[in-house]
C-alpha cells in the first residue's frame, strides 16, 4: 500500500520539533542570563520636622541574572525600590540599596549588583525663622548718590529651611538693584536671593524697595577772573587788583558745564554818584543762577579812584 504524503519523513519532522522545543526552552528558561534594568528610587515616610539635605539618586542601576522570561517580565513591571523613613531621626542615614531592592526583585532572579550600592541621607530638622531683608544696590551713575535711607517692603521675611544652614544666615539678601539712568525717587519689586536650595520663604519671594537718588552737589572754584569796569564814561579811574576769585556750589552736571567765560565779573561806575573815590561791590552774573549758587567773591569790594574832570578856564577880558 503507498504511504500518505504526510508520513513521508515522519522521523526528520519529528527531530526537527524536538530541536525546535529544546532551542525555545533553552533560550526563554536557561538560567544564567545577565540584563541590566534602571528601577526608580521611591522615598517616602519622612516626618513633616523633618528634611533631606543632599541631593538622593532618581534611580538605581541594578545588574540581575535569571531566566528571560523573568527578566522581561520585571524589567517592565513599573517597579520602584521603596525607602521607608518614617522611623528616621536627624543625623546621616546610610542605605543598603542592593537590600532595599530586593524587596521588589521576584523568586529566580539574583542581584549581582546595585549602582549606587550605597546612599546616604543627610537629615536634619525643618525649621522657621523670620530674617532681616538687605537689598543689595549696583551703583548709580556719576554725579549721583543714594540720598536717603532704603526702605524695603516688607523688611523681613520667614524662611523654613534645615536647622544648621538656617543658624547660619544672618540676613536675606535681594538680587542686584541696577541705579544707572535712575535720577530720582524709584520703588521696584526685586526678587530675594535664597542661598540653599532646602529653603524656602513663606511669604513670597519678592519684596518692594525704595531708593532716592539725587545729583551730587559740588564745589567749583575759578581764580584770576578779570572784573571789568562798566559804566564810569569818560571818567579817568584807577583800581588796584582787578582780579577776583569766585567759589560756586552747584549740582553736578551744571557745575560741570560751567566756565570761567560765561562767568561776568565787574564794577559799576554808576555807583560812584559823584565822590571821587568810593568801595564798590563786586558784582558777577552767571548763568543757571537758578541751580548753581555763588558762595565766596574775594574781593568783595575794590576801592576806586576817580580823577574829577578838568575846569576849562574862561578866557580874560
Known sequence: MEKKPFFQGLAKKTIALALAVLL?????????????????????????????????P????????????????????????????????????????KRAASEIVPRGIDIVAARPSKLS?????LVTKRFRVNPVLGEPDSGYEISKKIKVVPQSVKI??????????????????????????????????????????????????TVNIKEIILTKEFRDVDIVPRNFGELEYSTAGLKATLVFNGPYKT????????????????E??????????????????????????TPRRIRVKVKPPAVEESPQT
Open 160 to 209: 523654613r529651611g534645615p536647622a544648621s544652614q538656617l543658624a547660619k544666615l544672618e540676613t536675606i539678601q535681594t538680587a542686584k538693584i541696577k541705579l544707572e539712568g535712575e535720577e530720582a525717587e524709584f520703588t521696584a519689586p526685586v526678587q530675594l536671593q535664597i542661598p540653599s536650595q532646602y529653603m524656602e520663604v513663606l511669604e513670597g519671594d519678592h519684596v518692594k524697595v
Open 24 to 56: 525555545w526552552a533553552f533560550t526563554n528558561f536557561e538560567l544564567d542570563v545577565e540584563r541590566d534594568v534602571r528601577i526608580p528610587l521611591h522615598l517616602s515616610g519622612l516626618p513633616e520636622d523633618l528634611i533631606i539635605v543632599n541631593n538622593a
Open 255 to 270: 557745575i560741570n558745564n560751567l566756565t570761567s567765560n560765561e562767568v561776568n565779573v565787574y564794577i559799576d561806575g554808576s
Open 272 to 297: 560812584m554818584d559823584g565822590s571821587t573815590q568810593r568801595n564798590l561791590r563786586v558784582k558777577v552774573d552767571y548763568p543757571d543762577s537758578n541751580l548753581l549758587k555763588l558762595t565766596s567773591v
Open 121 to 125: 541621607l543627610n537629615i536634619d530638622r
Open 58 to 97: 532618581e534611580d538605581v542601576d541594578l545588574s540581575l541574572r535569571g531566566s528571560r522570561n523573568l527578566l522581561s517580565s520585571f524589567a517592565f513591571s513599573n517597579k520602584s525600590i521603596p525607602v521607608d523613613l518614617q522611623k528616621t531621626e536627624r543625623g546621616v542615614l546610610k542605605i543598603d540599596l
